[in-house]
């Protein structure tokens, strides 16, 4: 984890911990971390998830990674290293809403294992889940939602994960969902019950 550029800052700290937080809310945080290609599902499921918690009584939310660009991230571009900063300031945005009670359902193409590594190390072992949405290429090309397939095949879009650019899969994500063999419902209910097995358990 690269240092801050300043040293002359002091990490401070509350009287509060994280299970005063989840006594108030009922429930534990927790970041579960959809990745996967572009057309993937990973945010069509990433909101049913987030429909089926809230309506358990769990407070969460949704970080898309289009969504980011139009404010957060609207300067980064799709190079490695935009992608990198990308999912660096993504990370750390899911820490602090975990430590603020959260459950964080953050839904990013993230290709780079590194990157979503360093992104679980910034939360408890417990308190992160991988969901990989390993949903075959040429399915997701043949949804093509937002007609990106067709610009990068033809060149207009460079950098394109899965085209032009790589993705690396998860090795050992802890939930892996393809959604081309399930119903949305189906895929959401075992996202849950992994989320809900730990945030329960506090």
């Excluded at 572009?38 to 969460?60: C, H």
């Excluded at 294992?113 to 969901?131: K, M, N, Q, T, Y």
Aim: net charge negative; glycine share 10%.
């Amino acid at each position: 984890m690269t240092e801050p550029v300043s040293q002359n800052i002091v990490r401070a700290e509350g009287s509060l911990g994280s299970l005063d937080k989840s006594d108030l809310l009922g429930h534990g945080a927790i970041t579960a971390w959809f990745t996967g290609l572009s057309g993937s599902g990973k945010s069509t499921l990433a909101f049913a998830v987030e429909d089926k918690l809230v309506k358990a009584g769990v407070l969460a939310y949704v970080l898309d990674g289009d969504n980011v660009r139009f404010g957060l991230n609207r300067d980064l571009g799709f190079s490695p290293a935009d992608r990198e900063e990308n999912i660096r300031r993504i990370g750390e945005v899911c820490r602090l809403m975990t430590d603020a009670g959260v459950v964080v359902l953050s839904s990013f193409i993230s290709p780079y294992r590194s990157d979503r590594d360093a992104v679980r190390s910034l939360h408890p072992a417990e308190g992160f889940v991988e969901v990989f949405v390993d949903t075959p290429l040429e399915v997701c090309e043949e949804r093509d939602v937002k007609g990106l397939y067709k610009k990068a095949r033809s060149g207009e879009i460079p950098e394109f994960s899965g085209i032009s650019a790589p993705y690396e899969a998860p090795d050992n994500a802890e939930v892996r969902i393809d959604t081309s063999g399930r119903a949305i419902e189906e895929c959401a209910n075992l996202v849950v019950a992994e989320i809900l097995g730990r945030i329960r358990n506090v």
